[in-house]
């Protein structure tokens, strides 16, 4: 790593260049008018250099690349780049590594339980929570299994009425009833089969009109209502569980979109890790709010070592906080000042270094009022150092509408960004700031304008 320091000295100052700077400028003809050039190698901490130069500003922190990694190629022409392909320079942890991460980039967690006692019965006791979890295929399987039981289960209750009533004789039998003045406990019923085609019929209040309930036996007067209760109730369960299972938060997450990487740039002189939000929808989310966790391991005074520890952090997308308004795809912020984890980490210490941050956006369905919630997570690989979003909002003068072009949602530019640590960038600052005191600079307007003076 490699600091470049320039400034506009006067001939003196060039004189005390080192000898790498003499060396790498020595074509070039020393003068007052010409830039001194310093470096600061290995030690990105040593501000020695900076001390000596309180001029130099801005800061241009140039890292060892070679010349194709700055768009040139070894020939000298401009490096052409495909349309469709992202700038991917400087792209921490390219190879392609299997990484632990607690939340998929789909926003399912990576938690696997076990060693749970009674876990069949716990289940079992909130059946409905169970089957609003269940995968589609055993959910419907479980609604076919409980028609198809229940139909044979009140078709052999019906059977056994019927059967201790006597009217599966052969007197009794729907064709000679007529002729006996048998009175059945219900009509048109020769078998199991017409008492289980009565079961559905009663179940689902089909009623063909062909067999039917008489007065006869007070015991089929109560299943028949007992049945008709539990097919309604059962209906009304099983409806919940489809409605539930439409249209809970997992399904409404689908559209709401993270951006694949998340960048690390300057913004108002300052490193912040930004992230960006999108809804395919134009049904809006009510409230929405993002939250952001950094799962990291940390060791505690007493040497206990927490491998999951959680640390809120502070995002916000502008002005607005962490409340959006969100009709269109936002940039949230998370500012690397003294207060966040991320203060020491410099471009280095992100390849190396393991964390997972967890960003979840909350908020309400404009269209079905139920809340709905999507996860996703960045890891230290997936976070681009030196890269910008590109905008993806424009005003589109023909339809007299704002245009949101969602094939650049993840697209990212390289800006040039300072590869040390927040904290080590803060310090250079202030020195520089310090050295420009108010006496400075009321000193050195006057010299320039004495020199005015006499040169007239």
């Not at 074509?27 to 250099?49: H, V, Y």
């Not at 929405?288 to 999951?308: D, N, P, W, Y």
């Not at 997972?356 to 681009?384: C, D, F, H, W």
Request: charged fraction near 20%; charge should be neutral; glycine fraction near 6%.
């Amino acid at each position: 790593m490699r600091f470049n320091f320039s400034s506009h000295s006067a001939a003196p100052a060039a004189a005390t260049a080192t000898p790498a700077t003499t060396a790498t400028n020595g074509n070039e003809k020393a003068s007052a008018t010409q830039p001194l050039k310093r470096a600061i190698e290995n030690d990105p901490d040593s501000l020695d250099s900076v001390i000596s130069n309180p001029q130099s500003y801005p800061i241009t922190i140039v890292p060892n690349r070679p010349a194709s990694f700055y768009g040139v190629a070894p020939n000298g022409k401009a490096f052409q780049r495909q349309a469709s392909c992202r700038s991917r320079n400087f792209r921490p942890g390219s190879m392609r590594r299997v990484r632990r991460r607690a939340v998929f980039k789909n926003g399912d967690c990576n938690v696997v339980q076990k060693h749970l006692q009674r876990r069949r019965l716990r289940f079992m006791q909130d059946m409905y929570t169970t089957m609003v979890d269940w995968q589609w295929r055993w959910t419907l399987l479980a609604f076919a299994l409980s028609f198809v039981l229940s139909w044979l289960f009140f078709a052999l209750i019906w059977w056994l009425i019927i059967y201790t009533h006597g009217d599966l004789e052969e007197l009794h039998m729907p064709d000679n009833q007529e002729e006996s003045g048998w009175a059945p406990c219900v009509s048109a019923i020769d078998g199991f089969t017409s008492c289980f085609l009565f079961s559905i019929e009663t179940q689902h209040t089909i009623g063909y009109g062909v067999r039917t309930t008489s007065t006869e036996c007070p015991e089929a007067i109560f299943m028949m209502c007992f049945q008709s209760i539990y097919g309604v109730m059962s209906s009304a369960f099983m409806a919940g569980i489809v409605f539930a299972k439409m249209t809970r938060a997992k399904q409404r997450a689908q559209t709401l979109l993270f951006s694949k990487q998340a960048v690390i740039c300057q913004r108002d002189g300052s490193l912040s890790l930004m992230f960006r939000v999108g809804d395919m929808r134009k049904s809006h989310i009510i409230g929405a709010g993002v939250r952001a966790q950094l799962i990291r391991t940390k060791s505690t005074k007493e040497g206990e070592v927490m491998t999951q520890f959680f640390t809120e952090l502070e995002i916000g997308s502008d002005d607005s906080g962490s409340d959006l308004f969100f009709i269109w795809p936002m940039i949230i912020e998370h500012k690397i000042d003294e207060n966040s984890p991320l203060y020491n980490l410099n471009a280095t210490d992100m390849l190396h270094d393991r964390f997972e941050i967890v960003v979840i956006l909350e908020g309400t369905v404009e269209s079905t009022g139920q809340s709905t919630q999507a996860r996703s997570s960045y890891i230290n690989t997936e976070i681009l150092w030196g890269h910008r979003f590109d905008p993806v909002v424009l005003y589109n003068k023909d339809l007299q509408a704002y245009e949101i072009d969602y094939a650049r949602f993840n697209e990212t530019t390289q800006v040039d960004t300072p590869l040390c640590s927040a904290r080590e960038l803060n310090e250079i600052y202030k020195i520089q700031e310090g050295f420009r005191t108010p006496e400075t600079t009321f000193t050195m307007r006057q010299l320039s304008h004495n020199h005015s003076d006499q040169a007239s």
